[in-house]
């Protein structure tokens, strides 16, 4: 028989054999009840927390237990690291997290890239630095630096549409140790890798974004990134595993589930520190354009003094704004407005998807609809509840940006955006815009009534506008047996491979979140009372 | 043609055995609708509001299930010792979800998931006999593990076709003379007695990619 008869002959067997485990197992399908013990329990488990089939030692300490998956085995399940990453991997799932979508972690104004000559440059800075956006630096050593160590010009040639008095400036370039990979050794141009310290207006270069043509990508260009490349690649996953990093942190702990919402402590590693030390922050809370990220990281400086590279993940107190894992980066970017993250939360942990009456939506009868959408037909549905929800995000940054505004208040108007966009006023800002009540966004009655206050409180209430200083934890409050209940739900729903049935929901559903809640809101126990069940343990 | 018609028949096989007993399901109640989020009562939490019918009479338990592309990939390195070197470029057709486009692990037992899990375990398998026969020790092996290459006497094979069932499906202690072991046996057995170590090992290779393309090695 040659290789391929071989290869076929075999793979004819699995599915023709009679009495084959396929047979055994189809029947055991059918079957309207089986317990299933032992071997196969232990396979069904090992799968369900650790994502992988037993070992062969794994199967042969069953063995030595007298083939009883006892508490013994489980608990070592639920200390495995395997079983960690299932928990990442779930509550990733639940939250969405991923920052993929972005194309790159940095705006245009930090990205790098090679060019023909093969030196490293800022692409979109060319124009800033040499005054047109077709010049790169030449191909030469720069060795000439002002007393602030800027670099000065090789020559100053008067070409067309050079921004510097009819002239352009080009400079050389400068070998760099990229952070990156600090053991090689790169040309960048020498503008792009400057690393003073302040531009000429006592403004830092190095803390938060700055465009100036005095700053540059700073020490080992770690304010810079080539975009979509392994850097910047390693960055966005490292933010897009932050979520569940929190939840296996709060978890191993056996600490309250509810704590994940609402912790100042986020863990991170050598790139997300990367990120967070040297390429978030701006110079002014208004800058428009590109990707602004600006959130109070607490300690992680002290915390986190290793380099770009490395893997180990360190837990770091964050600003006292922060609320567990509805402030982490991938949180605030993935779900890009106040609305999506309320939802996402409201679907995800209450169990509670905004969906409109049975109804229907109905169509627009007026040519100046309701501007207030939570009393708009066909919104209401959804946007009476929605509305307020999303308050509780309204100090964050939204639209793929992140950070906190420490301008927004609950209803006191912002001045530079009350008075803007009407004849005598100065323009409206891109920040006023996006944040605030302005012409621009606005109705004229609301503009009237609020004009410069948070665009996330015009229609609610006093009281309800509290939300706005309360913040993301503030979902949490009064919600704490829902989310215990909503929790039991989505996890023996993941782990049953179905939806509960209507029987379920209202008997053993409610044992499940009471066992929970008290507990102490310890997730490990609510697993193990799941796989310990004997709806778990029965096969269809 | 043969290999394909296989395919389809293992494809075929995983349909049928996750699919046919899933419970009747009663289409004629839309069952309760929920108009936006409901009151924050514990107990009151609704049917799924995104489920477009309602729960139908399924029996209590557990629903057996495909593997998800993770749990397939760690799986297979678990049996055969071996990462499945294309994974990341296949992980999406395979039923991971992006997080982005996809939010939910893809289960749907379908040709895609059937043609990448030949893939991954020709793949994987050829790998795991290549290191097998370069282990220094028998003990360190992970398919040929009861036995040497050398081996040709069939209750000597059979010891490690039992060892097999253990490794991919979770079978304990099949007794060498049952169906489970006596339909893979001909396969190291039949016609082998003057074939080469080589020869044998490819015989082995079969008997590897045979269980991890096997229904019950990607459900549970």
């Given at each position: 028989m040659n290789r391929f008869a071989a290869l076929v002959a075999a793979l004819a067997l699995t599915s023709t054999v009679p009495g084959s485990v396929s047979t055994v197992s189809a029947?055991?399908?059918?079957?309207?009840?089986?317990?299933?013990?032992?071997?196969?329990?232990?396979?069904?488990?090992?799968?369900?927390?650790?994502?992988?089939?037993?070992?062969?030692?794994?199967?042969?300490?069953?063995?030595?237990?007298?083939?009883?998956?006892?508490?013994?085995?489980?608990?070592?399940?639920?200390g495995d690291d395997d079983f960690y990453s299932q928990v990442r991997r779930?509550?990733?799932?639940?939250?969405?997290?991923?920052?993929?979508?972005?194309?790159?972690?940095?705006?245009?104004?930090?990205?790098?890239?090679?060019?023909?000559?093969?030196?490293?440059?800022?692409g979109n800075a060319r124009n800033t630095y040499r005054g047109r956006n077709d010049i790169d630096c030449d191909d030469v050593e720069q060795t000439e630096f002002d007393a602030n160590g800027r670099p000065v010009p090789l020559r100053t040639p008067a070409m067309a549409n050079c921004r510097f008095d009819g002239s352009c400036r080009i400079e050389g370039y400068v070998w760099v140790n990229p952070y990156w990979d600090p053991s090689t050794r790169i040309k960048v141009c020498a503008y792009d890798a400057q690393a003073v310290a302040e531009d000429t207006a006592g403004n830092s270069c190095t803390e938060t974004?700055?465009?100036?043509?005095?700053?540059?990508?700073?020490?080992?260009?770690?304010?810079?990134?080539?975009?979509?490349?392994a850097t910047d690649r390693a960055m966005r996953a490292a933010l897009g595993d932050e979520p569940g990093r929190i939840f296996e942190h709060i978890i191993r702990a056996d600490r309250?589930?509810?704590?994940?919402?609402?912790?100042?402590?986020?863990?991170?590693?050598?790139?997300?520190?990367?990120?967070?030390?040297?390429?978030?922050?701006?110079?002014?809370?208004?800058?428009?354009?590109?990707?602004?990220?600006?959130?109070?990281?607490?300690n992680l400086r002290t915390v986190y003094p290793n380099g770009f590279s490395s893997a180990d993940w360190r837990v770091v107190e964050r600003g006292p704004e922060h609320s567990g894992i509805l402030t982490t980066f991938a949180y605030m970017t993935r779900l890009g407005s106040n609305r999506a993250r309320a939802n996402r939360f409201y679907t995800a942990f209450l169990c509670n998807p905004f969906v409109p009456s049975s109804e229907g939506i109905p169509a627009e009868s007026d040519d100046t609809p309701d501007p207030n959408l939570r009393t708009r037909a066909g919104c209401a549905d959804c946007h009476n509840v929605l509305e307020p929800a999303a308050a509780h995000f309204a100090h964050w940054r939204d639209n793929q940006t992140f950070g906190f505004m420490d301008q927004v208040t609950p209803l006191t108007p912002l001045a530079e955006c009350s008075n803007c966009g009407v004849p005598g006023s100065p323009n409206c800002s891109a920040f006023c815009n996006a944040y605030f009540?302005?012409?621009?966004?606005?109705?004229?009655?609301?503009?009237?009534?609020?004009?410069?206050?948070?665009?996330?409180?015009?229609?609610?209430?006093?009281?309800?506008?509290?939300?706005?200083?309360?913040?993301?934890?503030?979902?949490?409050?009064?919600?704490e047996t829902r989310i215990a209940e909503c929790t039991?739900?989505?996890?023996?729903?993941?782990?049953?491979?179905?939806?509960?049935?209507?029987?379920?929901l209202l008997e053993w559903l409610p044992e499940l979140r009471d066992e929970f809640v008290a507990s102490g809101y310890n997730f490990r126990d609510l697993v193990r009372r799941l796989v310990r069940s004997d709806i778990y343990r029965r096969t269809q | 043609m043969r290999k394909r018609k296989w395919l389809m028949g293992a494809g075929s096989a995983i349909l049928l055995l996750m699919g046919a007993c899933e419970g009747s399901i009663d289409s004629g109640d839309p069952g309760p609708r929920v108009d936006g989020p409901a009151p924050n009562v514990p107990g009151t939490l609704p049917p799924r509001s995104t489920d477009p019918i309602a729960p139908g009479d399924i029996e209590p338990g557990r629903s057996v299930r495909r593997m998800t592309a993770d749990q397939f990939v760690n799986s297979l390195e678990v049996a055969t010792g071996q990462r499945w070197s294309d994974f990341d470029r296949f992980a999406g057709a395979l039923g991971r979800a992006d997080l982005q486009q996809v939010t939910e692990e893809g289960?749907?037992?379908?040709?895609?998931?059937?043609?990448?899990?030949?893939?991954?375990?020709?793949?994987?398998?050829?790998?795991?006999?290549?290191?097998?026969?370069?282990?220094?020790?028998?003990?360190?092996?992970?398919?040929?593990?009861?036995?040497?290459?050398?081996?040709?006497?069939?209750?000597?094979?059979?010891?490690?076709?039992?060892?097999?069932?253990?490794?991919?499906?979770?079978?304990?202690?099949?007794?060498?003379?049952?169906?489970?072991?006596?339909?893979?046996?001909?396969?190291?057995?039949?016609?082998?007695?003057?074939?080469?170590?080589?020869?044998?090992?490819?015989?082995?290779?079969?008997?590897?990619?045979g269980l991890a393309t096997h229904p019950d090695f990607v459900t549970y």
């Amino acid at each position: 028989m040659n290789r391929f008869a071989a290869l076929v002959a075999a793979l004819a067997l699995t599915s023709t054999v009679p009495g084959s485990v396929s047979t055994v197992s189809a029947q055991a399908s059918c079957a309207p009840e089986e317990r299933v013990e032992g071997h196969r329990l232990l396979r069904q488990l090992s799968l369900d927390l650790l994502g992988r089939i037993p070992t062969v030692e794994e199967y042969a300490e069953l063995d030595a237990s007298g083939g009883v998956v006892d508490d013994a085995i489980l608990a070592t399940m639920l200390g495995d690291d395997d079983f960690y990453s299932q928990v990442r991997r779930y509550h990733q799932r639940l939250v969405w997290g991923s920052v993929t979508g972005l194309s790159s972690i940095a705006g245009a104004q930090r990205r790098i890239s090679r060019n023909g000559d093969g030196i490293w440059r800022n692409g979109n800075a060319r124009n800033t630095y040499r005054g047109r956006n077709d010049i790169d630096c030449d191909d030469v050593e720069q060795t000439e630096f002002d007393a602030n160590g800027r670099p000065v010009p090789l020559r100053t040639p008067a070409m067309a549409n050079c921004r510097f008095d009819g002239s352009c400036r080009i400079e050389g370039y400068v070998w760099v140790n990229p952070y990156w990979d600090p053991s090689t050794r790169i040309k960048v141009c020498a503008y792009d890798a400057q690393a003073v310290a302040e531009d000429t207006a006592g403004n830092s270069c190095t803390e938060t974004y700055n465009p100036s043509a005095q700053c540059g990508c700073g020490p080992n260009l770690r304010q810079c990134v080539q975009g979509n490349s392994a850097t910047d690649r390693a960055m966005r996953a490292a933010l897009g595993d932050e979520p569940g990093r929190i939840f296996e942190h709060i978890i191993r702990a056996d600490r309250s589930y509810l704590e994940a919402f609402t912790t100042r402590e986020t863990v991170v590693n050598g790139a997300s520190a990367h990120f967070y030390r040297h390429m978030s922050g701006v110079i002014r809370h208004n800058t428009g354009g590109g990707v602004s990220y600006e959130a109070e990281m607490g300690n992680l400086r002290t915390v986190y003094p290793n380099g770009f590279s490395s893997a180990d993940w360190r837990v770091v107190e964050r600003g006292p704004e922060h609320s567990g894992i509805l402030t982490t980066f991938a949180y605030m970017t993935r779900l890009g407005s106040n609305r999506a993250r309320a939802n996402r939360f409201y679907t995800a942990f209450l169990c509670n998807p905004f969906v409109p009456s049975s109804e229907g939506i109905p169509a627009e009868s007026d040519d100046t609809p309701d501007p207030n959408l939570r009393t708009r037909a066909g919104c209401a549905d959804c946007h009476n509840v929605l509305e307020p929800a999303a308050a509780h995000f309204a100090h964050w940054r939204d639209n793929q940006t992140f950070g906190f505004m420490d301008q927004v208040t609950p209803l006191t108007p912002l001045a530079e955006c009350s008075n803007c966009g009407v004849p005598g006023s100065p323009n409206c800002s891109a920040f006023c815009n996006a944040y605030f009540v302005t012409p621009n966004n606005s109705e004229d009655a609301t503009v009237e009534a609020a004009a410069g206050r948070s665009l996330a409180t015009v229609f609610l209430s006093d009281e309800e506008a509290e939300a706005v200083d309360t913040g993301p934890s503030g979902l949490i409050q009064g919600n704490e047996t829902r989310i215990a209940e909503c929790t039991a739900r989505t996890l023996s729903e993941e782990f049953l491979g179905r939806e509960l049935n209507e029987d379920e929901l209202l008997e053993w559903l409610p044992e499940l979140r009471d066992e929970f809640v008290a507990s102490g809101y310890n997730f490990r126990d609510l697993v193990r009372r799941l796989v310990r069940s004997d709806i778990y343990r029965r096969t269809q | 043609m043969r290999k394909r018609k296989w395919l389809m028949g293992a494809g075929s096989a995983i349909l049928l055995l996750m699919g046919a007993c899933e419970g009747s399901i009663d289409s004629g109640d839309p069952g309760p609708r929920v108009d936006g989020p409901a009151p924050n009562v514990p107990g009151t939490l609704p049917p799924r509001s995104t489920d477009p019918i309602a729960p139908g009479d399924i029996e209590p338990g557990r629903s057996v299930r495909r593997m998800t592309a993770d749990q397939f990939v760690n799986s297979l390195e678990v049996a055969t010792g071996q990462r499945w070197s294309d994974f990341d470029r296949f992980a999406g057709a395979l039923g991971r979800a992006d997080l982005q486009q996809v939010t939910e692990e893809g289960r749907a037992p379908n040709v895609t998931f059937d043609k990448l899990v030949g893939d991954a375990a020709r793949a994987t398998c050829a790998d795991a006999i290549e290191a097998d026969l370069e282990a220094e020790d028998r003990t360190s092996r992970r398919i040929v593990h009861e036995v040497e290459f050398s081996e040709r006497a069939p209750e000597a094979l059979a010891t490690n076709i039992q060892y097999l069932l253990l490794r991919f499906l979770g079978l304990p202690e099949v007794p060498v003379e049952d169906e489970r072991v006596q339909t893979w046996l001909p396969l190291v057995t039949e016609g082998t007695a003057e074939f080469t170590d080589a020869e044998m090992a490819e015989r082995w290779e079969a008997v590897c990619i045979g269980l991890a393309t096997h229904p019950d090695f990607v459900t549970y």
